[in-house]
């Protein structure tokens, strides 16, 4: 069990690293941050649809056929887990060395927009408060860290729960 946690949360890990570094640096250089939230979303699904896999895995091969809610919930939490670290150790990489001003260009683009939309003074000045306060806890690198997990965790406990509700079996029918 602990061979097939370890892999499909490497693997996840390394999908949504991937997609996430991607999708930085082409909204960093194009400074169009429209439309990566999505990607980045969709590929946390395809990265955590590799917890159906392992639970599929653990209950088929080595279970005998059977494998409880809480069991299967357990896989898929690990390997959230591990996958999570992953993200959040790459960006952590990406943001400090290669993307220093990252929150200065998302800042200035989500200001743009909400400009370019027509909105009052005030809804202006509070997307400026809102962008300021980010880049003020971005300075912090354990704010960093828990805003990070904040956005992959949360998607890989719903799929581990979804999963382990479509997986569980307590006796194998025959």
């Given at each position: 069990m602990k061979r097939n946690i370890i892999v499909c949360g490497l693997i996840a890990g390394a999908i949504v690293s991937i997609m996430t570094v991607t999708s930085t640096s082409l909204c960093y250089t194009s400074g169009d941050f429209e439309g990566s939230m999505v990607v980045g979303y969709v590929s946390m699904i395809l990265a955590?649809?590799?917890?159906?896999?392992?639970?599929?895995?653990?209950?088929?091969?080595?279970?005998?056929?059977?494998?409880?809610?809480?069991?299967?919930?357990?896989?898929?939490?690990?390997?959230?887990?591990?996958?999570?670290?992953?993200?959040?150790?790459?960006?952590?990489?990406?943001?400090?060395?290669?993307?220093?001003?990252?929150?200065?260009k998302y800042s200035a683009a989500m200001i743009k927009k909400v400009r370019e939309e027509g909105s009052t003074l005030t809804e202006i000045n509070k997307t400026v408060a809102e962008m300021n306060g980010y880049k003020e806890m971005y300075k912090n690198p354990?704010?960093?860290?828990?805003?990070?997990?904040?956005?992959?965790?949360?998607?890989?406990?719903?799929?581990?729960?979804?999963?382990?509700?479509?997986?569980?079996r307590k006796t194998v029918s025959k």
């Open positions: 955590f649809s590799l917890i159906y896999v392992a639970v599929k895995n653990f209950r088929d091969k080595f279970n005998g056929g059977t494998v409880t809610f809480g069991k299967a919930f357990k896989i898929g939490l690990y390997i959230s887990l591990i996958a999570s670290t992953i993200y959040v150790l790459v960006w952590l990489v990406d943001y400090y060395l290669f993307v220093p001003d990252f929150m200065d354990l704010f960093v860290i828990l805003l990070t997990y904040t956005e992959i965790l949360p998607v890989g406990l719903i799929v581990s729960l979804i999963c382990a509700l479509i997986l569980k």
